[in-house]
T-cell receptor
């Protein structure tokens, strides 16, 4: 079974430029998460989707970040414009939410460097 | 919000020895905890979980202990191998499907 797929794996951009990340979750998983992981830190949730609905975006900086999950499968996360402080690894995860289950499967992440 | 923390940022053990990684949490209402392993260049990988109605759970070479009295969680890895070298995170469930991660402990296995 294929895991969570993310692209690109690495991205280097100059500040003020836009950037987009793509995620394909595990087939059949209804819940999708985007996390940001700063160097030496644990992942921090940005947004959670249940099917195509964003049910928790309280940590998403909405002035420059946006996300979508059309058709409840793939998702994209966009930053426009990027700032130096956005340099981090952006992780996508998915899960099949069943009663009591919370196992999230993570992709390899996209490492963003903003110069 | 409340946070999950780890006692030590790094841990070094000899190959074959047992290792113990600790985690302190602050939300006494948390009912579910997970340990993740993250190797360089990869996303976190689920190791083991435990619910608050348990105080111990065992997996293959790993054991998680939960002490709700002092809000402490630990991960024990038996007979460590070079492949166990990674950063280990504890995570606490806060609300439906929201995980809050600690900062991580880097485990290094010496030959």
């Amino acid at each position: 079974e294929a895991g969570v797929v993310q692209s690109p794996r690495y991205k280097i951009i100059e500040k003020k430029q836009p950037v987009a990340f793509w995620c394909n979750p595990i087939s059949g998983h209804n819940t999708l998460y985007w996390y940001r992981q700063n160097l030496g830190q644990g992942p921090e949730l940005l947004i959670r989707y249940e099917n195509e609905e964003a049910v928790d975006d309280s940590q998403l900086p909405k002035d420059r970040f946006s996300a979508e999950r059309l058709k409840g499968v793939d998702s994209t996360l966009k930053i426009q414009p990027a700032e130096l402080g956005d340099s981090a690894v952006y992780l996508c995860a998915s899960s099949l939410v069943l009663s009591g289950s919370n196992e999230q499967f993570f992709g390899p992440g996209t490492r963003l460097t903003v110069l | 919000g409340e946070s999950v923390g780890l006692h030590l940022p790094t841990l070094s053990v000899q190959e074959g020895d047992n290792s113990i990684i600790n985690c302190a949490y602050s939300n006494s209402a948390s009912d579910y905890f997970i340990w993740y392993k993250q190797e360089s260049g990869k996303g976190p990988q689920f190791i083991i979980d435990i619910r608050s109605n348990m105080d111990k759970r065992q997996g293959q070479r790993v054991t998680v202990l939960l002490n709700k009295t002092v809000k402490h969680l630990s991960l024990q890895i038996a007979a460590t191998q070079p492949g166990d070298s990674a950063v280990y995170f504890c995570a606490e469930r806060q609300g439906a499907q929201k995980l809050v991660f600690g900062q991580g402990t880097r485990l290094t296995i010496n030959p």
